[in-house]
């Protein structure tokens, strides 16, 4: 029987008024083109459903024609409220900016995170994805990530974007502040971390590798 994964993606679609936002096209179609040749059944959804934004920065003249032609994959997610781990093998959460908003509020992908975690399920993300993962606790009360080797977009890397101001909080920061061990490697490389069923990488130029980790592991 395929692998079944659930990608769960942003809605959010601005830092401020002049700052455009929502998902880094890059980690979403990477994962999904990748996925999708091991025959993976996929599902997208996000906290609204519906179209979900892509940030314009993520795209331009150089964009592969492969990555830009995943963008109609984002035309009608499905609302996470109708979504259960049941039949899925992983989670996967991938990046941009606008995650930092919406995923970090989402009790019901908390829930969902809860459910696939302790379920033995895979439970992976990347760059600014892992900030799903904050606010998810276990049945126990504590934070999901708290004590778990953890990777994500780094605070200096965050810094050399020029937003770091503009966001709710630091990525880097927060998940240290839960807990976490927190695992960088130098900016914009490619990195990930695997402790048990947790998959996180750091930065666009690890979703191949956070990819076929997930992979690896579903085996």
């Avoid at 606010?135 to 605070?155: C, E, H, M």
Wanted: with cysteine.
């Amino acid at each position: 029987m395929a692998k079944k994964v659930l990608i769960v993606v942003t809605n959010h679609t601005e830092v401020h008024e002049s700052k455009s936002t929502g998902i880094w096209l890059s980690e979403f179609a990477e994962a999904y083109i990748e996925f999708t040749k091991q025959g993976y059944e996929l599902l997208v959804a996000s906290p609204l459903g519906g179209k979900a934004p892509v940030d314009p920065g993520s795209v331009d003249a150089n964009t592969p024609q492969e990555i830009l032609d995943a963008e109609k994959y984002l035309e009608n997610t499905v609302k996470l409220d109708e979504v259960s781990d049941e039949g899925f093998d992983a989670i996967f959460l991938p990046g941009g900016h606008g995650t930092m908003y919406d995923l970090p509020k989402s009790e019901t992908l908390h829930k969902l995170l809860r459910d696939f975690y302790e379920g033995n399920k895979i439970v992976a993300a990347v760059c600014h994805g892992p900030a799903g993962l904050v606010g998810a606790t276990l049945s126990n009360g504590q934070p999901l990530v708290a004590g778990k080797r953890v990777n994500a977009f780094t605070d200096r890397e965050e810094a050399q974007t020029t937003l770091d101001k503009h966001l709710p909080f630091l990525l880097e920061s927060k998940l240290r502040d839960l807990g976490a061990i927190y695992v960088a490697a130098p900016n914009w490389t490619s990195h990930f971390e695997v402790d048990g069923n947790l998959i996180t990488g750091q930065n666009p130029q690890s979703t191949l590798a956070v990819t076929k980790a997930v992979i690896a592991q579903l085996g």
